[in-house]
């Protein structure tokens, strides 16, 4: 039995890959793509928000405040654009948690809202509706983080 390494050169390469060491910023990029994306058109649609609420309180009187106070919509469509994208990447399983978060999200949203719409009617104050996105948000991360605690869980 021959315990020595062999002398010859091996057919396939070095046993040790090459290691790069540093920061690359081209493998960062396709790392991050979707959220520095995402996060560049957030930063795009809250810029854009402050400076047409600036704008329309600076210029109560004009006709064209309603077409500004719709400006905002445009980075936010990007926002749509991008989250649909990201989720048409994800495979089966990815699709499956998502589909049963927003479903969760989306009923749990409704029983709030239907029950508090009665509630309005008892004297509660009016809510704005600007609130109905960010529960539906809140619930989709909660509806998220159940089923990934769920998968944990089972295995």
Do not use: C
């Not at 040790?16 to 790392?31: L, Y």
């Amino acid at each position: 039995m021959r315990t020595e390494p062999p002398t010859a050169p091996i057919a396939y390469g070095p046993s040790q890959p090459a290691v790069q060491t540093g920061f690359i910023p081209i493998a960062t990029w396709i790392t991050y793509k979707t959220q520095i994306q995402f996060g560049l058109a957030i930063l795009a649609y809250l810029m854009v928000l402050v400076g047409s609420a600036i704008a329309v309180s600076a210029n109560p009187n004009v006709d064209w405040k309603y077409v500004l106070a719709a400006v905002p919509m445009l980075p936010a469509g990007i926002v749509v654009w991008l989250t649909v994208r990201a989720l048409s990447r994800l495979d089966e399983v990815q699709k499956r948690m998502q589909m049963q978060a927003i479903g969760f999200a989306l009923a749990t949203t409704a029983l709030i809202t239907f029950g508090y719409g009665f509630l309005e009617g008892a004297g509660m104050p009016h809510l704005n509706w600007t609130w109905v996105l960010p529960l539906i948000t809140a619930l989709w991360g909660l509806g998220l983080g159940a089923l990934a605690l769920k998968y944990r869980l089972r295995r």
